[in-house]
Each structure stands twice: as C-alpha cells, then as structure tokens.
C-alpha cells in the first residue's frame, strides 16, 4: 500500500491526467473515512498545500501553483479575479470601464493570451462559459468568451490549483496558457461567518459583503458543505468633464458633470451559493454532487451621446451648395461625395408626416454658440416636425448594464472495481450541466426612429450559454518491474455546447415612424435582437485520451498523454503530452515539458451578430458584428472558424534546502490561427446594400463591420521565478515569498483585417513584467499580510484609440491586512488595498498627436489609462468581523 500511496500523490501532483486517480484523491471531494488508512492516504493527496506549504509542487515535472483558501481571504478583495491577480504574477485583469458587455464579466489573461485560452474546473471538472463574450476586450480579450470566474467566492474554496502549463492533451480544448481548478472545501464539520464594509479612499465604490460557510454531516458517512456570499458594490468614477460638454454647460445647457464616468460599475444584490456533497458508499465506493446558483446586477456608465453632433440622434439632413436639394446621414451627393463635407453644421429634423414631407421641414443649423439656432428649433412643432433636441436638448449618456445569472450542476460516483477482469480499476463517472444567461438593459437611451414616443430604457434581449458533458476515467497501477509501479489511466468524455439568443423588448429592435429619415433604428448604443436573430446553435464532440506515468527509477519520471478529440462541426484533433523530471539530488531537481493543443471556437464566436456602439479613432460610430460566414464577412476576408493550434515547452528547475523553496520555469508557447475579433472594417455603400437586403438594423448609420477570425500567429514567452521560506520570528510563524512573471508576446503573422494597433496592443498592452512579494505573520493574539506588488512599463491606451498610446510607467503598489483574534471565535480585521494610493498613468496625449488629431487630455473625460494594470481606482479600504465555529 506505501507504494501505491507514493506513486497516487505523485501522478496527482504532476496534473497531467484528468484520470480516475486524479479524480478520486485530487480533483473531487473527498468523504471522512472510518477506516484510518483510507483516510491518512485520501489526506495526503487531497491537501497538497496549506499557508506553510509552497505554493510550487517540488516533485511535479510542470510547474503548479497551490493557493490556500486562507491565502485568497487575506487578498482584500470580494472579487475572485483580483484576488488571483494578487497572487499570481502571469495573470492579468484589467477595469474595462466602457467596454460593452466587458464590463459585465470581466476577462482574465494568463501568460498573456486571451482568457478562453486557460481552462477552469471546479473540483476536477470542468466549468462551463459564460454567455457574455466580450465584443470590446481591449485588444488581448476581444471577442473572448471565457467561463465567469468571479461567481466563486472565496469562502468555498479548500485550496486553488494551477497548472502553469498547457494541457490540453489531458483536458481538452482551451487549456493553452494553462488551468485552474477551484477546490471546494469538502469539511463535516466547523464553519464561519463574514461581514466586511469598504470603501474608496475617493469615497466612493462602497462595498458591503457577508459571507458564510458551514460544513454538516450528511448521514454518518458523508458531508454536505455549503457556502454563500452576497454583496453590493456602489459604482466608481474616475472622471472629469469633456470638452465638449463643458462648452454646452458654458452655453446654457444642464449636462451632467461628469456627462460621461469612467469607473467600475454598480453591481446590486450579487448572491452566489455553492454547494459540495460527499458520500461513502462503502466498499470503496463514493457519491459526489457540487454545484452553484449565482446571480447579479451590474449596471455601468456608456459614452456621451453630444447633442449636435451623434449620427442618427442628433446629425442632421443637410442641404448641398445650391440649398436644393436634401441628404440625410450617409447619403452621397452627385458627385459621389459625402454632402456632409461641403454643408453647414445641422441638428436631425424628420416630419411627423413621413418622409415625403421631411425635407419642407426648416433647417435647424449650429449657431456660433455651439448649440442649435433656437429660433429654427421652435418653428419645429408648427411645421409638425421633430428633433430630440426639443425634449433632451442637453444629449444623454446611456447606462449600460444586465442581469447575469449562473448555475452548474455535477454528479458523479468513483470507486474500485473489485472482481472480475476489471479487478483493481479506479473509476469515476460523472454528468455535469452548466448555464450562463445574461440577460442585457440599457438605461437613459432611446430608439430614435420612434421620435417623441421613445421610452427610455430597454430590455434588448438575451444570451444563454448551456454546457452539458459525460465523463468516464479509469485508472489503474501495473507492476512493470521498474522503480514503482507504471500509472495507466484512459478515459472518454462527451459534451454539448449550445449558445442561445433571445429577442429584446419591441421597443429596443422596431422600425419607428422616423426610421426611413435618417432617424436610427433600436436602443441605442446596443439594439435589441430582433425575433429574426432568435434561435439557438448547438455543436457535440467527443474524446477519448490515454495517459501513464512512468517511474523509469528513483530520480527520473516520465509522463506521457495523448487525446483524440472530434467534433460536429470543423472535425477532429489529436494532441499529446511528455512530461518528465530529473532529482539530481535530494535537494535540486530538472523538469521539462512539450506538448501540443488546441483552442475550439465557441459556438457563440462561431454564430452571434450584434450592432454595438464604440470609438473609431475618436468618433463615436455604430458598427456590427458580423458571423464569419456572412456574405460580407466572406467578401471582406471572413472565414468559417477553425481551431487554434498551439506547441509549447517548458524547462524548469526546483531547489529545496531546509526551509527554502524555490521554482524557475522558463516556457514557451507558439498557437497558430488564433481567434480573436477582426479590425472595424469601413463599410462601402455596396456592402450597405448588401447587409439591408439581409435584413440587419439601422444600416444608414452603420460605419463599420467586424466578425471573428483565424487571422494571426503569436509566440508567447516566458520565465516564472516561485520562492519560499518560512521560519519563527516575534515568537510566531513567519513565510515570506516572491513571485516574479516575465512575459513577452511577439505576433508572427497578421493581415490587414487584423490590424497594425491591435497587433500593437497584443505585443504591448500588459507589461513585460511582474512581480510580487509577501510576508505573512502569525502570532497567539494576530496576525499581518503585506503584499508588494511591482507592474512593469505597459502601453497606456484611452478609449482603443491608437492616436492616444504611450509608454505608461512602472509603478508599486502596497496591500497589507491586519487581524486580531478577540477569542477563538471572534477575530476583527483591518487592511487595504493599495495603501499608498498610488495613481495609474495619467492620461498625456502626445501634444503632436493632440495638434494632428483635433483632441485634447479630457476630450472623453478620461483621467486615467484604462489599461492599467492595477486598476484606475486608487487606494481601497475595508474592515471585516469574523465568527468561525
């Protein structure tokens, strides 16, 4: 059994396998066990890491991170996605303050690429996306359609793993920059409970959150640990006045000031439940069920809509020199030019009466205060004709938000096969479903083409993603004669993957009285989905994957996997994996890693269209994402979407003397035909025509199109630098560790539907380097964390607009949290974030770019890149009681 034992917790630690031994001792809960063996060896296994324990596995010939759930509490932060970006340097998470649905569920980059390139499992299996995809994701993430990592809180968590390495020929698609497996505490007994209150050092951004965990007994041969956390996070802003609103205010008009926030959003009434359920069923056989209902508000700022100026709002039919004839927005004069160049500046009139009576409607041009002639404006209603500037003469900034709702369900049985020819054999089975819906709402706008009768918020419709698998792994040990015995695991695994889209409110999509004189058509700033984008896209695929480790003698280990994958859809792909490790000696050890995978497009990257609202050098546009297979995607270079295909390796060392551990891996990662969402394309009047006959909304306002794209190759490199010691000091436990990531990305192939900036902000917008150090202090009555985290130089980008980059500064910030224990029950604690308050990158438009573009430092109200690395929010503080049990 000693030999089993050791050979177990050392193919579990080397993470290559979503085997049944993995899945039994390291990815699923485990179950109290009567017998004290059983129960001594599933310990060993399950724990992998504790506050003491390094945060590398020192026997693991790929490099894996563990984080306590202790560790994570100690982050000061409610939002799981900050909690590991403090933790692990090669993670990145930016604000995305105006970003669409971005701003909704945050996407998250390991090793610099995107977020759907990391795979995440919860106790083993894997999590299924959310159905926001992220249509502005700041260059890296766009068009991105990861799971939601921010519903797991951290009260739920025993421990977090990750595997700093791809995988995909154990896990499958999406495990390229590597995995995280979130272990859920698996306790019978014991509890706490959690209030925490913070605030910005700027006084806004106030949080609340209570949180609590309670492990019970599930007969006497089992455990049910539940946990929940609710929340409600007050918006940020970051903000001062645009230029342009501040000459309206100098005019006499009443904007908002700030018309337009750049800040975190609102999130209201944030719930999430988790649930683990263990069950011994005796003779070595166990039940597993865990799974989670989580939902929230978020609600969040938009881009100004200026009341001179926005096309199909507010801008106006002109008329040409001659004063003859009308155009309306996007219309070409006889010479094929646009009227808008040689006309004066003119508010959007429409008639009442239709069309055939717009252009007796009176011009209504900017007068030299900037705002529209008044005397012109009230001759409107006489004429029966309309402008929005009689009703919101000062324009308007949406708010853009959504309800997301998430649930996951997985249960499962694993055991010993005892008897037969299967004699010997670890099995799991296991079924999983997982759903996301995002349900969108946009605020304070309107649908223009309904004139005077507009309502004002909208309901546009729906995305739902729904994931369903079957999972079947087997394990087993052979005795091949060699140092121990040979681990032999193999497995199949099914899935299917639907992506749902639900129409929107009549309002948020309909054709209004005014919609055929230039007026827009939908909510604007996100249209509804019309009942024709409705439908539902599913796509199937199996696998089946074999994987052994091999302990060729005491001091070298070899891992070998392979998988074969096919889907429904693009067809098949095999992968594989070799692993191995070198002990030099007791204390120093090599290990090396190669490995090809695999990145399948999302049924949703494959299907969606949607019209948004964003920034084109500048200017606010309306532009529309298009499927790839589309008659104009296809004419502008669209294809049907393929797999990314990645080949990485990775060489690394690990040194342990005494209480010293340390971890260097340098790797390498090459993906060809990576997905991602095409530059804005500039559409042509042939290609209006074109998508009017295919029936897309508000096309006369449309300036550009977009759609998903195998259209690059990056290599991505890197060196991860893990050290630790812990040691007595103060007549307590001291651990002090530093990680350090340097990363660097290099594009090897674009074309022109890709982008030179967005080539730019792939290379760029991260920085090269991070680091961070940690002293961690336990004492009979407290205890203290102080956390120093290091951001290298990154690109500073405001609203995606290239005119604005520059090289942002490196910059330190400093967390520390203090705890004192009342009793053995009651501990208060205080701490912050960012202590020091240390500003991102001002905002510092090149004064060339500023003379050559027309634009100014405050041209948007930005004050801060939104790219920085650490947040535009400054320092955050928090108080917190706990009662544990």
């Not at 995305?96 to 390139?117: E, F, K, Y």
């Not at 089992?222 to 609103?245: C, E, H, I, M, P």
């Not at 199996?542 to 392979?562: C, K, M, R, S, W």
Request: with cysteine.
């Amino acid at each position: 059994m000693k030999n089993n034992l050791t050979l177990i917790t050392r193919s579990v630690r080397v993470g290559l396998a979503v085997s049944a031994a993995a899945s039994l001792t390291f990815a699923l809960p485990t179950v109290a066990q009567e017998d004290g063996k059983k129960a001594s060896m599933v310990e060993k296994i399950a724990v992998v890491g504790s506050r003491a324990a390094p945060r590398s596995i020192a026997d693991s010939p790929v490099a894996i991170d563990i984080i306590g759930g202790d560790e994570l509490g100690k982050g000061g932060n409610t939002d799981m996605l900050e909690l590991l970006k403090g933790t692990i340097p090669s993670l990145n998470v930016h604000a995305n303050p105006i970003s669409d649905a971005a701003t909704l569920v945050r996407p998250a980059n390991l090793r610099g690429l995107s977020s759907d390139s990391t795979l995440i499992l919860v106790n083993g299996k894997r999590r299924h996306r959310s159905s926001v995809i992220a249509f502005l994701g700041g260059g890296i993430n766009d068009g991105a359609q990861g799971p939601d990592i921010s519903v797991i809180p951290s009260v739920a968590l025993k421990q977090v793993e990750v595997l700093r390495d791809g995988a995909a020929a154990q896990y499958g698609s999406d495990a390229i920059a590597g995995v995280m497996n979130f272990v859920l505490k698996d306790s019978a007994e014991g509890g706490s409970l959690s209030l925490r209150q913070g605030s910005y050092y700027e006084g806004d951004g106030d949080t609340s959150q209570l949180s609590g965990n309670v492990g019970l007994p599930f007969t006497a041969d089992g455990f049910a640990n539940l946990s929940f956390q609710y929340k409600n996070a007050d918006a940020t802003s970051r903000s001062v006045q645009r230029a342009d609103a501040t000459a309206f205010e100098q005019a006499g008009l009443n904007v908002a000031n700030p018309a337009q926030i750049w800040g975190s959003p609102e999130v209201k009434d944030d719930i999430t439940i988790f649930g683990n359920i263990g069950l011994d069923l005796g003779d070595d056989k166990e039940f597993y069920m865990f799974g989670n209902y989580s939902e929230r508000d978020v609600r969040g700022g938009f881009y100004y809509r200026n009341p001179t100026t926005r096309p199909g709002v507010y801008g106006g039919i002109v008329r040409d020199v001659n004063g003859t004839a009308g155009y309306r927005p996007g219309d070409d004069d006889a010479a094929g030019q646009d009227a808008w160049d040689a006309a004066p500046a003119t508010i959007l009139v429409g008639s009442l009466d239709g069309l055939s009576q717009q252009l007796n409607c009176p011009i209504v041009e900017i007068a030299a205060n900037g705002l529209p002639d008044p005397t012109a404006l009230g001759q409107l209603a006489g004429a029966n004709c309309f402008a929005h500037n009689q009703g919101i003469a000062e324009g308007f900034t949406p708010n853009f938000g959504g309800n997301i709702t998430d649930t996951s369900l997985v249960i499962g049985t694993k055991g010993e096969i005892k008897g037969g020819v299967a004699e010997g054999w670890f099995y799991d089975v296991s079924g999983s479903v997982g759903r996301s819906e995002s349900a969108f709402l946009i605020f304070n706008t309107l649908n223009s083409s309904l004139g005077p009768d507009t309502p004002r918020d909208f309901a546009p419709g729906k995305y739902i993603q729904l994931e369903k698998s079957f999972n079947l792994d087997m394990v087993k040990q052979f005795d091949f004669d060699l140092y121990s015995e040979v681990n032999i695991a193999g497995g199949l695994e099914w899935r299917e993957e639907s992506f749902e889209v639900i129409a929107g409110n009549v309002a948020s999509f309909e054709n209004g009285p005014l919609f055929d004189q230039g007026f827009s058509v939908g909510s604007n700033g996100f249209p509804g989905f019309k009942p024709s984008d409705q439908g539902v896209s599913t796509r199937r695929n199996y696998a089946v994957y074999l994987d052994t480790e091999i302990p060729f003698t005491e001091a070298f280990l070899l891992g070998v996997a392979v998988r074969y994958e096919d889907y429904d859809t693009f067809g098949s792909t095999a992968n594989f994996k070799l692993a191995g490790q070198y002990h030099v000696n007791d204390d120093f050890s090599l290990r090396s890693s190669y490995s090809t995978g695999f990145r399948a497009p999302t049924v949703g990257q494959a299907n969606v269209s949607n019209v948004q609202t964003n920034l084109s050098s500048g200017v606010l546009v309306d532009s529309a994402l298009l499927p790839p297979t589309n008659p104009i995607s296809v004419e502008l270079g669209g294809t049907e979407l393929t797999p990314e295909d990645s080949t990485s390796y990775t060489l690394g060392a690990v040194y342990t003397l005494g209480d010293v551990f340390i971890t260097l891996d340098y790797y390498n990662i090459e993906v060809e035909d990576r997905i991602s969402q095409s530059e804005k394309i500039n559409l042509t009047p042939q290609n209006k025509a074109t998508l009017i006959a295919a029936g897309v909304p508000n096309v006369a306002g449309l300036a550009q199109v977009s759609f998903f794209t195998n259209d690059f190759d990056t290599t991505t490199t890197g060196i991860d630098l893990v050290a630790n010691y812990t040691t007595e000091l103060m007549g307590g436990n001291s651990t002090f560790s530093l990680a350090y990531n340097w990363n660097e990305t290099k594009v090897d192939r674009f074309s022109a539907i890709t982008g030179a900036f967005k080539v730019k902000r792939l290379e760029e917008d991260l920085p090269n380097h991070r680091a961070t150090g940690t002293w961690a202090q336990s004492m009979d009555e407290f205890s203290f964390f102080t956390r120093v985290n290091y951001y290298g130089e990154y690109q500073g980008v405001h609203v995606d607009y290239d005119a604005t980059a520059i090289t942002a500064d490196a910059a330190v910030t400093v967390d520390v949290e203090f705890s004192y224990f009342l009793t053995e029950e009651f501990t208060l604690t205080a701490g912050a974030q960012n202590v020091f308050d240390q500003d991102a990158q001002r905002i510092d438009i090149p004064a060339a770019k500023q003379a050559s573009e027309g634009i100014s430092n405050n041209t948007w109200g930005g004050v801060f890149y939104e790219t920085s690395p650490f947040g535009i929010n400054g320092g955050f503080y928090y108080l917190q009681a706990t009662y544990s049990f």
